[in-house]
């Protein structure tokens, strides 16, 4: 079975430009996250669907961050316009349900560097 | 809110023999969850063990298990007979049984030394 997938692996791009992260969950799965994870740190939750609806948000920067999973099923994290401290490590993951003792399975992660 | 905290950011180890992570948490509430997960160099995470708080008896899965004490607030990881490919950061996480957000840990960079 195929685990989470995650593109592009690697993104480069310059200050002020988009950029958009694409997830695929297991399949089955109903609950998907997309973490941020600083050089040296652990994951941050972002944001958190339950099927195609935003569940919990909270710490989602607004301003220039989007997420949408419009059928429920893969998912897309957009940053418009892209800043430095932008640069980090995007990952998403999903669970069967989004109860506290499901396991969430991750994806390999998208690398952002922002010159 | 909750906080986990892994105060050794790097460790490293014989092959063969155990090694021992630490970690602590802070949280007012009774019932959560505690666990282990392994980032190996290619990132993709994975889950090692999981700790139910209302369970007294340590979690154990084949070469790792923890010593969870729920008093002190405490949850630290053994691996034993240490293997090069759990050469990884380790990140041990919290999360309270009414939610379903995962408060991460620092980590804790171990290497297997052959």
């Known amino acids: 079975e195929a685990g989470v997938v995650q593109s592009p692996r690697y993104k480069i791009i310059e200050k002020k430009q988009p950029v958009a992260f694409w997830c695929n969950p297991i399949s089955g799965h109903n609950t998907l996250y997309w973490y941020l994870q600083n050089l040296g740190q652990g994951p941050e939750l972002l944001i958190r669907y339950e099927n195609e609806e935003a569940v919990d948000d909270s710490q989602l920067p607004k301003d220039r961050f989007s997420a949408e999973r419009l059928k429920g099923v893969d998912s897309t994290l957009k940053i418009q316009p892209a800043e430095l401290g932008d640069s980090a490590v995007y990952l998403c993951?999903?669970?069967?349900?989004?109860?506290?003792?499901?396991?969430?399975?991750f994806g390999p992660g998208t690398r952002l560097t922002v010159l | 809110a909750q906080t986990v905290t892994q105060s050794q950011p790097e460790m490293s180890v014989q092959e063969a023999e155990t090694v021992t992570l630490s970690c602590t948490y802070d949280?007012?509430?009774?019932?959560?969850?505690l666990f282990w997960y392994k980032q190996p160099p290619s990132r993709q995470m994975i889950l090692v063990i999981r700790q139910e708080a209302y369970k007294q008896q340590n979690a154990t899965e084949n070469r790792f298990s923890v010593n969870f004490q729920k008093a002190a607030k405490s949850f630290s990881l053994k691996i034993s007979d240490s293997q090069l490919g759990d050469t990884a950061m380790y990140f041990c996480?919290?999360?309270?049984?009414?939610?379903?957000?995962?408060?991460f840990g620092e980590g804790t960079q171990l290497t297997v030394n052959p």
């Open positions: 993951a999903s669970s069967l349900e989004g109860r506290t003792n499901n396991e969430q399975f």
């Open positions: 996480a919290f999360v309270e049984t009414s939610g379903s957000r995962l408060t």
């Open positions: 949280t007012s509430e009774n019932n959560y969850y």
